[in-house]
Nanobody, 114 residues
């Protein structure tokens, strides 16, 4: 079992920034992928960004150039730096881990509004 604890969500004005963190604990497999998905009201959950344990990152086209994903393998933690936030980025952001199994965090709300 893997537990994921997210932090860093909140309310921010358009063009602002937020940083999300997700710490994994439990049976962490050395080779894994961590990342973030999001789900806006009335929409399906969608990929935001993922990063492998070797540092290879993948981004949704809608966030490329604005969001940066990174990780600290010594802390089993993944980060999502979100800049130039737009109202359409408003969603619940879910941390994701894939190793020997797939796990989700409980989600953290990000609201972009003036």
């Amino acid at each position: 079992q893997v537990q994921l604890v997210e932090s860093g969500g909140g309310l921010v004005q358009p063009w602002g920034s937020l940083r999300l963190s997700c710490a994994a604990s439990g049976s962490i497999f050395m080779i894994n992928t961590m990342g973030w998905y999001r789900q806006a009201p009335g929409k399906q959950r969608e990929l935001v960004a993922t990063i492998t344990s070797l540092g290879s990152a993948n981004y949704a086209s809608s966030v490329k150039g604005r969001f940066t994903i990174s990780r600290d393998n010594t802390k089993s933690t993944v980060y999502l730096q979100m800049n130039t936030l737009k109202p359409e980025d408003t969603a619940i952001y879910y941390c994701y881990y894939a190793g020997q199994g797939r796990y989700w965090g409980q989600g953290t709300q990000v609201t972009v509004s003036s």
